[in-house]
């Protein structure tokens, strides 16, 4: 690694599978074009995200992984509780938050022991302390927004405007001051960290980085989005780095697979599953990482399910069950009277593999950034469920901007701090409504289908010598001609 070219780019995660994963795809495109990478994890997460620790390990890649121990016991958290999946309590995001800062000596001494010094750090935005770090080593720090340009603008009107600084009720709609056009936007349904009580110190050093930050690098394209990347960047004043989707530079489908964490299906099966059945005619329905379905919202859904009488493959969560030997709150012969046209993953699914077969026709999602950046780039059309943080506003995107999207419920995806009293139900009738709808009598309607196609091609031209693949080849380039740390003084 050593010999390895530069420039050095160190990448920081958050520590959640959808700040990590995609993080895990930028470190692989800047060492595919020549860069040097360090991955800083920690101990707890580097063991998750194992096969792809040993497979860049295989095929070479300069990539090094570095994990650095978390002081959890010394902010008063239970020992590796590492990552946002191991909270059940509100006030232990702040903890973790304090952890991570923590690390900032640690990582200085680390980084100044290199051979090869770190030429710029690329870090998430929910790790502001990185910013500290930056400016002690003299390299600058480019913020890593997981969000599309669309919501990211939201974001920053948001807080910067103070917008719900007098909104009692958290569904008050409010218009965005500021924003392209019109867009009403409510308390409860935009970014949570952002706005909830206990998170005001943690969200001022997020805008206060944000705003000393080199530039912004962000896993959407800019054909996908170009009113808001241009208003976006215009907001913060600096460059907006699109260099999305960024897995789809990413040629090696066992990496693609297991990045995030290993896979809980056989993949061999799910694929041959797959190629079982009719082209564009499986439903996807997957919630991402971090929700969990409550019993009797997963009951309603398989109810929607199976009414529909369309094949689907449906992820759950395994702790969706009392305990691991316990079989899943299923209704009753859902299993077997679905047998042949579903297929349950119990777990953790290679979702990006999944997406891109050609019998998937469709996808049921959350919202979350990667999941919709990953239903864009396979040219799915989508049910839109989401159920927190700016998922709300991705929703807006898919459903009213990018008309690929169909909307069926809200917020009946629960994390797990959340009591089952506090969740709204959809029920099966208005899931097989939405089924029927978006995969229609063969393949569905054909405009939002149409519309979605184009957009897999866009995407595909973005990374295949178009706008995202010029973006990195710039981002590099300019990181290169700003030296290392030994010649910035
Ligand atoms: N993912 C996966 N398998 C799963 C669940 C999630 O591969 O069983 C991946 C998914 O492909 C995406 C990420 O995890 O890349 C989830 O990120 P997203 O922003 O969609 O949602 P979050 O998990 O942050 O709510």
Redesign the pocket.
């Known amino acids: 690694l050593d010999d390895a070219p530069n420039p050095h780019f160190v990448l920081i995660p958050f520590m959640?599978?959808?700040h990590t994963?995609p993080m895990i795809d930028m470190a692989h495109l800047l060492a595919k074009h020549g860069a040097m990478v360090s991955f800083i994890t920690t101990p707890v997460n580097a063991a998750r995200i194992q096969s792809t620790i040993d497979r860049a390990r295989e095929l070479n890649i300069p990539i090094r992984f570095v994990p650095l121990r978390l002081p959890c016991a010394e902010v008063g958290l239970p020992d590796g509780c590492e990552n946002v999946d191991e909270i059940l309590e509100k006030d232990q995001v702040m903890k973790m938050t304090d952890a991570y800062s923590m690390l900032h000596k640690p990582l200085v001494l680390y980084l100044q022991e290199q051979s090869v010094p770190p030429s710029c750090i690329v870090s998430d935005l929910c790790q502001p302390w990185t910013g500290d770090v930056a400016r002690e080593l003299g390299i600058p720090r480019l913020m890593f927004n997981g969000f599309c340009a669309f919501a990211s603008l939201c974001r920053y009107l948001i807080h910067q405007d103070k917008i719900f600084e007098n909104v009692a009720d958290g569904d008050e709609l409010v218009i965005l001051p500021g924003f392209p056009h019109h867009l009403e936007v409510s308390k409860a349904r935009s970014p949570g960290n952002f706005n909830s009580p206990g998170f005001e110190k943690f969200s001022a050093k997020i805008l206060d980085e944000e705003r000393r930050a080199d530039s912004v690098v962000t896993n959407s394209f800019y054909e996908l989005e170009p009113l808001y990347v241009d208003s976006y960047q215009k907001r913060i004043g600096k460059r907006v780095w699109t260099i999305g989707p960024m897995f789809l530079f990413n040629s090696d489908t066992s990496t693609i697979a297991d990045r995030?964490a290993k896979a809980s299906v056989n993949q061999k099966y799910c694929m041959e599953w797959l190629d079982s059945m009719k082209r564009g005619s499986v439903l996807y329905v997957?919630f991402?990482?971090?929700?969990r379905t409550v019993v009797s919202q997963l009951e309603e859904i398989a109810m929607g399910l199976e009414d529909s009488k369309r094949p689907f493959l449906w992820?759950i969560k395994s702790d969706n069950k009392p305990s691991e030997t316990d079989k899943l709150f299923l209704p009753e012969g859902f299993e077997e009277r679905t047998r042949g046209r579903g297929l349950i993953i119990q777990g953790?699914?290679?979702?990006?593999l999944i997406l891109s077969h050609p019998s998937v026709g469709g996808f049921v999602t959350?919202c979350?950034?990667?999941?919709t950046i990953?239903g864009v780039s396979a040219g799915l059309p989508m049910i839109t469920w989401p159920h927190c943080a700016e998922q709300f506003l991705n929703e807006e995107l898919i459903v009213n901007v990018l008309k690929v999207g169909l909307a069926v419920g809200v917020q009946s995806i629960t994390n797990r701090t959340m009591k089952p009293d506090e969740v709204s139900i959809v029920k099966r009738d208005q899931i097989e409504r939405a089924v029927v709808e978006l995969m229609g009598k063969e393949t569905g309607p054909e405009e939002r289908r149409a519309r979605a196609k184009e957009l897999k091609e866009k995407a595909r031209k973005a990374i295949d010598e178009g706008s995202s693949y010029n973006n990195v080849m710039q981002l590099i380039e300019y990181i290169s001609s700003r030296g290392t740390r030994t010649d910035v003084q």
Not at 348 to 352: F, G, K, L, S, V
């Open positions: 959640a599978q959808g994963i995030g997957s991402g990482s971090m929700a992820v953790w699914a290679p979702q990006a959350h979350g950034w990667n999941s990953e």
